[in-house]
């Protein structure tokens, strides 16, 4: 453990975190949001998917797009709504990118752990592995959000994580488009990783278009990886099955 690792638990230690949604300071017992951003979180999980009627976090449909770059089922809990900012899963999400906030990391792999048993009998046979962020931005924000999922989830899982490609990107893929973003993710394999035979678990925070999902799932399966299943946190693309995106539940 570094220097700095040191000095963020004593921090995280002597310092009460706050709501991730509304900032109010939690008491001991209160994990990442506070009583009532809570139950709004809670209610937004009930979100079904349009494909399987399934709430999300018991789900496992693909987009269009990873269903054809070897990702055949996607572990998720939660929608993303870019429309509405400040729903408290978005805040949660921003926090998990840009916070590096321990009880956060825990929060999102722990609804993820519980994802993957409900839905992966055979998730022992598994190995994880993640979509690498950007070098740059791992240096701004001091975090790779997708690594540390995949480590708090091979604690609770107790199976391994390898990890097993390097980010070749050049620009963030938030401001590209769909087309862009298919060229800009890009992915090379860590040399000396052999993944022949092996079931992996492909992690990352967001699925947005699968671009970078998809094309690190070719990389994998270059290496051997016999099937790939995605696990994230959120997905954001469109329900191509509703006409309109709504709300799952009225306040
Ligand atoms: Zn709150
Ligand atoms: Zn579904």
């Known amino acids: ?31 990442v949001f506070c009583p009532s951003c809570y139950s709004r979180y809670r209610n937004a999980k009930l979100r079904n998917c349009a494909q399987c ?34 729903v408290p899963q978005n805040r949660l999400i921003f926090s998990l990118k840009r916070e590096n906030r321990e009880d956060v990391a825990r929060f999102c792999a722990a609804e993820l752990a519980d994802a993957i048993r409900a839905k992966v009998e055979n998730y022992k046979d598994f190995v994880l592995t993640y979509v690498p962020r950007r070098p740059k931005a791992k240096r701004k924000y001091g975090v790779d959000q997708a690594q540390i999922l995949a480590e708090h989830l091979s604690a609770l899982l107790g199976i391994p994580a390898v990890c097993a490609l390097r980010s070749l990107a050049k620009a963030p893929q938030k401001k ?57 946190f959120a997905i954001a693309y469109k329900d191509p099955y509703v006409p309109f995106e709504k709300p799952a539940y009225k306040k």
């Open 1 to 31: 453990m570094s220097l700095s690792d040191w000095i963020r638990s004593f921090w995280h230690f002597v310092s009460v975190p706050g709501c991730v949604h509304c900032k109010k300071k939690l008491s001991r017992d209160e994990e």
């Open 53 to 86: 009627s399934e709430i999300l976090s018991r789900c496992t449909c693909v987009n269009d797009y990873l269903d054809t770059h070897l990702v055949h089922r996607l572990i998720k809990v939660i929608r993303y709504v870019s429309s509405l900012q400040d």
């Open 176 to 232: 590209l488009s769909a087309t862009a973003r298919r060229k800009n993710a890009s992915f090379m394999p860590r040399y000396g990783v052999n993944l022949s035979g092996k079931r992996v678990f492909l992690v990352d925070d967001i699925v947005t278009t699968g671009a970078s999902m998809g094309s690190a799932a070719f990389v994998l399966r270059g290496m051997g990886a016999k099937e790939i299943v995605g696990v994230c």
